[in-house]
């Protein structure tokens, strides 16, 4: 499992214009292959009176599998566009597929390939990217004299929590990097002057949203 990537942030869709055609960016995430073309043939169906739906994916941790669809359109102006723009953005497990209704004027290879860019591009923008990060969730257990100092604590250390039980004594359930589970076992050691009992649980992505700098 890879310790970190990108990937979109929802299902969704974006439509821009363009010398008067119109450009809807339809983007998922898509974990398979199987799951990509299911996709890509549901909007197919959707926009069956489409002058062209033009489709692009990638998935894998090592991106194994990169397919490019022009669906009609002029050889290398469509997908391959689409397909540029998730590997520039360092996506993983993403589908594309932009629709096209022809709008009377041609754009020529230079044009389709600026504007199927674009339409991705705007897409994913209006859709959202997030960073999914290996995290392990840590249960933390102690008495209620330290709920206050330690909720306090983690959240200034930037910390997510998941969940707080409130028996008999508390236990609090944070998200954790898999990098920094010892050190944080040991902060929290250290904060609680040993009055805490620590056990690690399952290993999840934790999803943030990313913005780009």
Not at 128 to 155: C, M, N, P
Not at 181 to 193: G, P, Y
Request: aromatic share 8%.
């Amino acid at each position: 499992m890879l310790p970190r990537y990108l990937t979109v942030k929802q299902t969704g869709e974006h439509e821009i214009a363009i010398q008067r055609s119109r450009f809807i960016a339809h983007l998922k995430r898509a974990a398979t292959e199987t799951e990509a073309q299911e996709f890509i043939q549901t909007i197919k169906k959707q926009h069956w009176d489409a002058t062209h739906n033009c489709s692009a994916y990638l998935i894998g941790e090592h991106d194994q599998i990169q397919k490019a669809n022009d669906d009609g359109e002029p050889s290398g102006t469509a997908g391959v566009p689409i397909l540029e723009v998730l590997k520039k953005r360092k996506l993983k497990d993403t589908v594309v597929v932009v629709t096209r209704y022809f709008g009377g004027i041609k754009l020529g290879a230079g044009g389709l390939i600026r504007a199927y860019g674009k339409a991705t591009s705007e897409g994913l923008e209006a859709v959202g990217i997030v960073e999914r990060k290996l995290s392990q969730i840590i249960h933390a257990k102690f008495d209620y004299t330290w709920l206050g100092k330690i909720e306090k604590e983690l959240r200034a250390a930037d910390y997510k929590i998941k969940e707080i039980h409130y028996l008999d004594t508390v236990e609090v359930e944070t998200y954790v990097d898999e990098s920094q589970v010892q050190a944080f076992m040991d902060w929290m050691i250290e904060l609680t002057n040993g009055q805490c009992s620590l056990e690690q649980g399952e290993t999840v992505y934790l999803e943030e949203d990313y913005v780009r700098e």
